[in-house]
């Protein structure tokens, strides 16, 4: 699509601010996919009864879309190393967009499985390219800051599906709710195409001043589809001990994190006499705060990086000591018998372990050199495989839990209590993988967990 031409940017020796415009349009789209995600969660009993499905195949629909987005993220990444983010982010946008509106159509399972699956595919290119953007369009001082706004976003996106959807239900039908819901990713997709370009360098709105300070420091990428474009040095990606790091922060954290969108308001109910509508009302509070979290943790990060210098102090030691607070709060928890203070412990813990998002985010573009899109996606496919087997294992792990009289009398006659131990501990793994992470240059240059200086 030919694109009109945009305002030229001025000649001042003061930057530009096109890169925080690129903020704001990345984190559209987050929250768009989120919406879109999200809300068919709150649909899911609708949609099951209309059309005379069994729990067990609407478990099927939900919990696919988990396992496509998490091996989808590899190719989506090289997609966007290929083509560059202006032609996939858009088409990735279409995709999740028409996969939404495929669920109107939906007489049985097959459709609702087409669309989830297209769906997670779909989305799962989104943040691998936006890492990748972030690399080529923010300094390195700026790059916690916009991973904080694309975390926070996603927490936006989470949080008005459920009202939202609720409040669209109640007025018409859920075919109706979920052809409404492709819009915005349509519109989105046209929008950011026009705007849009792969480097800030080539963009009219974008002065030299702003393209020196986002050059200032930095390994210039190679331009997407040029041969500049090398294969990404698959086997010593799966040698390098940052990467193994990287990915288990990743995974830990993420598996800890799906507590909440999960499991978090059964616990409430089943071990602190919470009734369901108070529990809806208190999960959405770790959501809140887990936005509040990525948005002052970003900021902080690059203000520390900015004043100091420090890349280890920025980044990796922020995330450790938020995981490490978290991890106490979450357990902390356990101790308390009033149902409002557990929660606001709980709450606060998941303020602390948003503030490790956007160093984790910043850290894997700082360390991916020219293969950001393909590293962030490694990364975020240990995160999501995390998420899924942790959401499963819950049940498993309380009735073993429930059939050991030891085990049972620990965890003070409740294997929920023992279910809070465990997501706390989990935190307290993603700081320890924090601990042992070399913050070398590039995760292609050591090898092991004694190769290499450590900047800091």
Same mark, same amino acid.
């Given at each position: 699509?030919?694109?009109?031409?945009?305002?030229?940017?001025?000649?001042?020796?003061?930057?530009?601010?096109?890169?925080?415009?690129?903020?704001?349009?990345?984190?559209?789209?987050?929250?768009? *996919?989120?919406? %879109?995600?999200?809300?068919?969660?709150?649909?899911?009993?609708?949609?099951?009864?209309?059309?005379?499905?069994?729990?067990?195949?609407?478990?099927?629909?939900?919990?696919?879309?988990?396992?496509?987005?998490?091996?989808?993220?590899?190719?989506?990444?090289?997609?966007?190393?290929?083509?560059?983010?202006?032609?996939?982010?858009?088409?990735?946008?279409?995709?999740?967009?028409?996969?939404?509106?495929?669920?109107?159509?939906?007489?049985?399972?097959?459709?609702?499985?087409?669309?989830?699956?297209?769906?997670?595919?779909?989305?799962?290119?989104?943040?691998?390219?936006?890492?990748?953007?972030?690399?080529?369009?923010?300094?390195?001082?700026?790059?916690?800051?916009?991973?904080?706004?694309?975390?926070?976003?996603?927490?936006?996106?989470?949080?008005?599906?459920?009202?939202?959807?609720?409040?669209?239900?109640?007025?018409?039908?859920?075919?109706?709710?979920?052809?409404?819901?492709?819009?915005?990713?349509?519109?989105?997709?046209?929008?950011?195409?026009?705007?849009?370009?792969?480097?800030?360098?080539?963009?009219?709105?974008?002065?030299?001043?702003?393209?020196?300070?986002?050059?200032?420091?930095?390994?210039?990428?190679?331009?997407?589809?040029?041969?500049?474009?090398?294969?990404?040095?698959?086997?010593?990606?799966?040698?390098?001990?940052?990467?193994? +790091?990287?990915?288990?922060?990743?995974?830990?954290?993420?598996?800890?994190?799906?507590?909440?969108?999960?499991?978090?308001?059964?616990?409430?109910?089943?071990?602190?006499?919470?009734?369901?509508?108070?529990?809806?009302?208190?999960?959405?509070?770790?959501?809140?705060?887990?936005?509040?979290?990525?948005?002052?943790?970003?900021?902080?990060?690059?203000?520390?990086?900015?004043?100091?210098?420090?890349?280890?102090?920025?980044?990796?030691?922020?995330?450790?000591?938020?995981?490490?607070?978290? %991890?106490?709060?979450?357990?902390?928890?356990?101790?308390?018998?009033?149902?409002?203070?557990?929660?606001?412990?709980?709450?606060?813990?998941?303020?602390?372990?948003?503030?490790?998002?956007?160093?984790?985010?910043? +850290?894997?573009?700082?360390?991916?050199?020219?293969?950001?899109?393909?590293?962030?996606?490694?990364?975020? +496919?240990?995160?999501?495989?995390?998420?899924?087997?942790?959401?499963?294992?819950?049940?498993?792990?309380?009735?073993?839990?429930?059939?050991?009289?030891?085990?049972?009398?620990?965890?003070?006659?409740?294997?929920?209590?023992?279910?809070?131990?465990?997501?706390?501990?989990?935190?307290?793994?993603? *700081?320890?993988?924090?601990?042992?992470?070399?913050?070398?240059?590039?995760?292609?240059?050591?090898?092991?967990?004694?190769?290499?200086?450590?900047?800091?």
């Amino acid at each position: 699509m030919n694109s009109p031409e945009l305002p030229a940017a001025s000649s001042s020796t003061v930057p530009t601010r096109a890169r925080f415009t690129l903020s704001a349009w990345l984190a559209g789209s987050a929250a768009i *996919a989120y919406l %879109s995600r999200s809300c068919i969660v709150v649909a899911e009993k609708t949609i099951r009864l209309d059309l005379g499905l069994s729990e067990e195949q609407m478990g099927w629909v939900l919990g696919l879309f988990f396992w496509s987005y998490a091996f989808a993220q590899i190719p989506g990444g090289r997609l966007g190393e290929r083509f560059g983010s202006r032609r996939c982010l858009p088409a990735f946008a279409v995709l999740w967009s028409v996969a939404t509106a495929v669920f109107a159509l939906a007489t049985g399972t097959a459709l609702l499985l087409v669309g989830r699956v297209a769906s997670g595919v779909a989305q799962a290119g989104l943040f691998p390219c936006a890492a990748d953007t972030i690399s080529r369009w923010n300094a390195m001082t700026e790059r916690a800051m916009a991973s904080g706004m694309l975390a926070a976003a996603m927490q936006v996106g989470a949080i008005i599906a459920a009202p939202l959807t609720v409040m669209l239900l109640e007025v018409v039908s859920w075919r109706i709710v979920f052809a409404a819901y492709a819009v915005p990713g349509l519109l989105w997709a046209v929008g950011f195409h026009w705007w849009f370009r792969d480097r800030i360098e080539e963009h009219p709105a974008a002065n030299d001043a702003e393209v020196a300070l986002v050059q200032q420091g930095r390994e210039t990428p190679p331009t997407p589809g040029t041969a500049a474009d090398e294969p990404v040095p698959w086997s010593r990606l799966a040698m390098s001990w940052p990467m193994w +790091m990287i990915c288990g922060q990743q995974f830990f954290r993420a598996a800890a994190y799906v507590w909440f969108a999960s499991w978090f308001a059964t616990y409430l109910q089943e071990t602190r006499g919470v009734s369901r509508e108070a529990s809806g009302w208190l999960t959405a509070l770790p959501l809140l705060t887990s936005m509040a979290g990525s948005l002052a943790s970003g900021g902080l990060s690059d203000w520390v990086l900015l004043r100091t210098g420090n890349r280890t102090l920025a980044r990796k030691w922020l995330a450790f000591a938020s995981l490490a607070i978290c %991890s106490i709060l979450v357990l902390q928890a356990y101790f308390i018998a009033d149902a409002n203070l557990a929660t606001l412990s709980i709450g606060a813990g998941a303020f602390f372990a948003a503030c490790a998002g956007p160093a984790a985010y910043a +850290m894997t573009i700082d360390m991916g050199g020219r293969h950001v899109a393909s590293v962030f996606a490694i990364m975020n +496919m240990a995160g999501n495989l995390g998420a899924a087997l942790l959401a499963t294992v819950v049940p498993q792990f309380r009735r073993l839990v429930d059939e050991s009289p030891q085990l049972l009398r620990l965890s003070g006659g409740n294997s929920w209590n023992a279910v809070l131990v465990l997501f706390g501990v989990m935190y307290l793994l993603a *700081a320890a993988c924090w601990l042992m992470l070399r913050t070398e240059e590039s995760v292609f240059k050591d090898d092991s967990p004694d190769g290499g200086p450590a900047d800091g």
